[in-house]
């Protein structure tokens, strides 16, 4: 269960998220949609550990784990995961090189045995098929001339390979093609199990037709507006953000 | 050391036994008492301050020098590569294995200096610009062995040739020039590699210099790993000089010594040649780095390119000069230069000086000097999929590195560079072994 507590965020003193509260039980798919601004990157990158937010208030706590207490690669550990919206090229550092140290550190973080290089293959291999990921890919640069499909894939591919047990997904469907959003869903779908949570983070309605959550919340200026089940996404498609907005002050 | 043996390079010089190469020795001693140490208002010398060694009466090496197998053995690279083996610039027979190939001949200078010394003439000391530099100056005049590299016109190495020069010293501070010379000759191909070694911290100046000369449609590679012991001052230099239809390369890898300097020049006088030059260095503590090159493009239609890296953490200070000469009538030059500075510490410095000098004005001339950090934003990618702190540092600088060691052809030269690095980076047991 990942919760969110009264979270508070700042960039160079300048407020983002102001007091968000959010809870994903076990199992359940979450979505959170917003207008550009309103801290849904932030979110995701402050719930990851990014050190250039300020937390000014507020707790996140995934499985009984502090995780404001600790650096990213802990949180990993701790069964967190971050798809990027921009996933970084790094030039001389191959996948297959970068994933096997990187599983193998959570691994030894959570006292398992680490995997060798039959096993490491051998998971590579079951796990790029989930997302038709091409395993030539997996010798090159880590992202590194990748086009914006790939790297899509090569973040759920990574997510499949690191099984976590909270998923954040941050724009994974922008720059997609239908094709490709579909086999990146179709990816996080046979992710789905009682154990894992997801909050899948997107501007559009679109992505929700393949990965239905349970939950919609609407996020404006570092707020969570309103929230509500799947059909509250088919309504923002509609009407937009303002109309959100203009109900809320209604309803009030 | 007893008294009555010559101490001042000038004495050292003038008692070497008279052979073919004696007139050249008393001009470049000559040479080297006009210039001496150049202070650091000497622009060549701007980033190494030579006080240090400026003082020291430096001895000749013990010449029943030797060093037991076992002690080089973590040097080495594989078992049966062809190997040379110096002590102090002594040569080892015992460890020794290399001879001749099909169509290569490896020579002792010192045996052909005594049968044979026409072999050297026009090559020895012809390329290497000893007049510029005191320590390829002082190199010349105390030369007396070393190894030269034949290859006749249509001849290939079979395989890399090794060179060992072990630095190894005593109670008294010595100097050493050791000392190779390849001559590849048309349509000749080979691999040279060079390792200068030591552990003692005892106060040793060794000044390598390497000519390398090909002729037309050669294909020659050089290594030179540095890994000196805390008191050698490494003044090296490398000459290359290439004909038409040519690609020659040379790779200094500068991984430990408290100084080590090299002074690079290629020369490509044919046209359609091909010259690539690279460095990575690898600096911590007060070492210091300095690499100074210089290419000449004499003739229409040439490449060069230029890669250096350095890795400083702690005090260390690395210097890179870089001077592109392009003739006039050296049309079609194309010349690319880099030097990349990797900046773990705040208190590394770094400096890096471009100069173009260009005569002809249909050319492609780039340099491009950088420095800097780790990218924060891989440094966060690495550390949010569960790689810790230090492993992620450590493999950012593996990747910040690899870019020059992933060229290094000779697969045992890359491996034990690879692991040296890896092993000195921080968290190596969380990286994952490479394949």
């Not at chain 2, 210091?288 to 060069?304: A, D, F, T």
Request: charged share 25%; glycine share 6%; net charge negative.
């Amino acid at each position: 269960m990942l919760q969110i507590t009264n979270l508070h965020a700042s960039i160079d003193d300048q407020p983002i998220l102001r007091g968000i509260d959010l809870c994903i039980k076990d199992g359940e798919v979450h979505s959170l949609m917003g207008p550009n601004g309103s801290g849904k990157s932030t979110l995701a990158k402050v719930l990851a550990g990014d050190e250039a937010y300020e937390i000014t208030e507020g707790s996140i706590v995934l499985n009984g784990h502090d995780l404001l207490e600790v650096d990213p690669h802990e949180r990993a550990a701790a069964g967190l995961f971050m798809a990027f919206q921009y996933p970084v090229e790094i030039p001389g550092v191959t996948m297959k090189y970068f994933l096997r140290t990187a599983i193998n550190s959570i691994r030894k973080n959570r006292g398992q045995d680490e995997l060798d290089a039959y096993e490491f293959l051998s998971l590579v291999k079951e796990r790029a098929a989930m997302v038709e990921l091409d395993l030539d890919l997996l010798d090159r640069p880590v992202n590194g001339g990748f086009s914006g499909g790939e790297k899509k894939r090569a973040e759920i591919f990574q997510m499949a390979m690191l099984e976590p047990t909270a998923c954040i997904l941050d724009e994974t469907d922008s720059g997609l093609d239908i094709d490709a959003l579909k086999i990146v869903a179709d990816g996080v779908n046979k992710m789905r199990s009682p154990e894992r949570s997801f909050l899948v983070i997107t501007h559009y309605q679109r992505l929700l037709s393949y990965i239905v959550p349970d939950v919609v919340h609407v996020l404006v200026d570092g707020r969570i507006i309103r929230t509500g089940d799947k059909q509250l996404a088919l309504e923002l498609e509609e009407h937009g953000y303002a109309w959100v907005e203009q109900k809320n002050a209604v309803d009030a | 050391m007893t008294t009555n043996q010559p101490c001042t390079f000038s004495d050292r010089s003038k008692a070497i036994a008279p052979d073919g190469f004696t007139a050249r020795r008393t001009e470049a001693i000559d040479r080297f008492q006009e210039i001496l140490w150049p202070t650091m208002r000497d622009e060549a010398w701007r980033y190494t301050d030579t006080r240090p060694i400026a003082s020291v009466e430096f001895a000749a090496a013990d010449p029943a020098s030797t060093a037991d197998l076992e002690s080089i053995a973590p040097f080495m690279l594989d078992d049966d590569m062809p190997k040379i083996v110096f002590v102090d610039g002594v040569y080892q027979a015992s460890c020794s294995t290399a001879s001749n190939m099909p169509g290569v001949h490896i020579d002792r200078i010192a045996n052909v200096l005594a049968s044979d010394p026409q072999r050297l003439a026009d090559r020895l000391s012809a390329h290497a610009d000893w007049q510029d530099d005191p320590a390829s100056a002082l190199s010349t005049a105390l030369l007396t062995d070393g190894v030269l590299v034949e290859i006749e016109d249509g001849a290939s190495m079979r395989e890399p040739l090794h060179i060992i020069f072990v630095s190894q010293g005593g109670p008294d501070p010595i100097s050493v020039h050791p000392r190779v010379l390849v001559v590849a000759g048309n349509n000749a191909k080979g691999t040279v590699i060079e390792s200068h070694v030591g552990t003692s911290e005892h106060t040793i100046l060794t000044t390598p210099v390497t000519e390398l000369i090909a002729g037309n449609d050669v294909r020659l590679d050089h290594y030179r790993m540095v890994r000196e012991g805390e008191g050698t001052w490494h003044l090296g230099d490398l000459a290359l000089h290439q004909g038409s239809n040519t690609e020659v390369s040379s790779c200094v890898l500068a991984f430990d010594g408290p100084v080590i300097r090299t002074r690079m020049r290629g020369t490509l006088a044919g046209e359609h040649g091909n010259a690539i030059l690279h460095g990575l260095a690898l600096g911590h503590g007060k070492r210091h780095i300095e690499n100074l090159l210089r290419v000449n493009h004499m003739v229409p239609n040439c490449r060069s390119r230029e890669a250096f890296k350095h890795v400083l953490e702690d005090n260390a200070t690395a210097a890179f000069t870089g001077r592109i000469y392009v003739a006039e009538g050296a049309q079609k030059t194309d010349a690319v230069q880099t030097n990349r500075n990797l900046l773990l510490s705040s208190t590394a410095r770094s400096t890096a000086r471009p100069q173009l000098e260009i005569y002809a004005d249909d050319v492609k001339c780039t340099h491009g000097a950088t420095a800097g950090e780790l990218d924060p934003e891989a440094m966060f990618y690495l550390q949010a999929r569960g790689v810790p702190t230090e492993a992620a540092r450590s493999m950012l600088v593996q990747a910040f590195a690899g870019e020059i060691l992933d060229d290094v052809a000779p697969a045992s030269l890359r491996a034990q560079a690879m692991m040296l690095l890896r092993n000195r980076l921080p968290a190596a047991e969380h990286l994952a072994v490479i394949e």
